[in-house]
């Protein structure tokens, strides 16, 4: 059990750590003046929102595990 909750806890932290890079990322390419490959931004975006999906899950989780 023990186990299963820190392999959460490292999944939580890796996708908290790659939804930032993806921000940082997207925010960057908003504010340069360069063109943008609009198929590639909304692939980064949906990446994202996955990511962000999937830390609610895993925090969700770790939270139903430790009041369990």
């Known amino acids: 059990m023990q186990e299963e909750l820190e392999e959460l806890k490292a ?3 890796e996708y908290k750590v790659e939804h930032q890079a ?3 990322l997207i925010e960057k390419a908003m504010r340069d003046n ?3 490959n609009l198929l590639h931004m909304q ?3 949906k990446k994202k929102l996955w ?3 999937m830390i609610q899950k895993l ?3 770790l939270i139903d595990d430790i009041i369990a």
């Open 59 to 61: 925090e969700s989780a």
């Open 43 to 45: 692939q980064l975006k």
């Open 34 to 36: 360069a063109p943008v």
């Open 11 to 13: 999944k939580l932290t």
């Open 22 to 24: 993806l921000d940082e």
């Open 51 to 53: 990511l962000k999906d």
